[in-house]
């Protein structure tokens, strides 16, 4: 299952364009639910997200696909995921929150997360978008309590509009470009190292914070 995950994430333009070949105008629904799932339900942060706009814009500029109606559909998927994610923290984020890891939520993901909103505050609704894994869990953890609805829309609806609209474009404009196309899995796979690396860094440094204190710690101890 692993090996035929990463062949669909690594090789995703080639199953994208076979997908809307088989099934036509239902490709608009398939990528419509990818999206709504992977910021929507907090359980799936592992979908593609950032490479599936760009490869779905390179499709579209194939005219396979219309990239008006790819725009409104996924802004709409994105918006409405965020809101439900942010429904279901409000709902059962207290009871989540204070229980060690379960099989399907990592605790020390929601932890990283509400790192976030200490350091960006409501602005990390929208540079959220651009990280995976922290995407997925920045709307549960609003929804906990870190902003009201109405703060969180705002911030929500403009996350949503420039993720998307960002990336479906360069998809659009340079999926099909000769040397994007011929080393189109090398692009799909910086585009998720490019993504995971503000994620990596935050870590890094939570890390060497953690060590430091330790240390300043052990200094004390040994004063």
Same mark, same amino acid.
């Given at each position: ?73 996924? @802004? $709409?998927? %994105?918006?409405?995921?965020?809101? &439900? ?7 059962? =984020?207290?009871?989540? *929150? ?26 990390? @609704? $929208?540079? %959220?978008?651009?990280?995976?894994? &922290? ?7 609003? =929804?906990?309590?870190? *902003? ?76």
């Amino acid at each position: 299952m692993l090996t035929t995950f990463l062949d669909i994430i690594i090789h995703l333009d080639k199953h994208l364009a076979q997908i809307t070949s088989d099934y036509g105008a239902w490709t608009y629904l398939i990528v419509f639910l990818v999206i709504f799932c992977e910021t929507g339900l907090v359980v799936t942060p592992f979908l593609p997200g950032d490479s599936l706009l760009f490869a779905i814009g390179a499709i579209a500029a194939l005219g396979s696909l219309d990239l008006g109606l790819l725009a409104v559909l996924l @802004i $709409i998927a %994105a918006v409405v995921g965020d809101s &439900v994610n942010y429904q279901i923290g409000k709902a059962l =984020g207290p009871r989540v *929150m204070n229980r060690p890891d379960s099989r399907w939520l990592r605790k020390e993901h929601l932890e990283r997360t509400h790192a976030f909103f200490e350091k960006y505050g409501g602005k990390t @609704i $929208i540079i %959220a978008r651009f990280v995976p894994i &922290v995407r997925t869990f920045a709307p549960f953890v609003a =929804g906990v309590g870190a *902003m009201t609805y109405r703060r969180f829309l705002l911030f929500n609806v403009i996350g949503g509009v420039v993720w998307v609209l960002g990336f479906l474009l360069a998809g659009y404009f340079f999926g099909n470009m000769p040397v994007v196309k011929k080393n189109f899995t090398l692009v799909i796979l910086a585009i998720i190292a490019i993504s995971l690396l503000p994620g990596v860094i935050e870590y890094w440094r939570a890390r060497r914070a953690k060590r430091a204190a330790v240390a300043a710690a052990k200094g004390q101890d040994v004063l």
